[in-house]
């Protein structure tokens, strides 16, 4: 049975995932043995990591951003060697995008430190799996109700 949410809750759950989010953050100062990535690349990025593959088009339609913007970010992360563009096998005129292993060193030794992070934080009080693995649905659902036109 779902009961109705308050906004109070919601917003509190907002405040919340933004404070996380800020001690997470792939650009601050505790990322200093990773490529350094703006806010737009480290969006671009993500797609990019998780949609091997993927096109230009694909990807400005999944991150809300303009031909334009995520041309000078698909150029940074092509400079930075973290992405890797491929003609399509079957059309030449269709650049297909693909994380590099420079990409793949950084997001592991990312994806290592969160989890180190959030281990730490929820050490004193005991893990509990089942709580995290429903806290972890809840945040993708609500990833995906933010952009429901976004492609996976």
Do not use: C, Y
Request: glycine share 6%; aromatic share 2%; proline share 5%.
């Amino acid at each position: 049975m779902t009961t109705v949410t308050s906004d109070d809750v919601l917003a509190r759950l907002a405040d919340v995932v933004l404070s996380v989010a800020r001690e997470l953050d792939p650009t601050g100062p505790r990322a200093l043995d990773v490529v350094p990535l703006t806010g737009t690349e480290v969006m671009v990025m993500r797609w990019v990591d998780t949609n091997p593959g993927t096109t230009p088009s694909a990807t400005a339609e999944a991150t809300a951003l303009r031909r334009s913007n995520l041309s000078v970010a698909l150029g940074s992360l092509v400079a930075k060697g973290m992405v890797e563009r491929r003609a399509h096998p079957d059309d030449a005129r269709t650049a297909q995008l693909f994380p590099t292993a420079r990409a793949a060193e950084s997001v592991a030794l990312l994806r290592s430190r969160w989890a180190a992070t959030l281990r730490s934080a929820l050490d004193g009080q005991g893990i509990d799996t089942a709580a995290v693995t429903s806290a972890v649905g809840l945040l993708e659902r609500i990833e995906d109700g933010l952009r429901p036109s976004r492609a996976g």
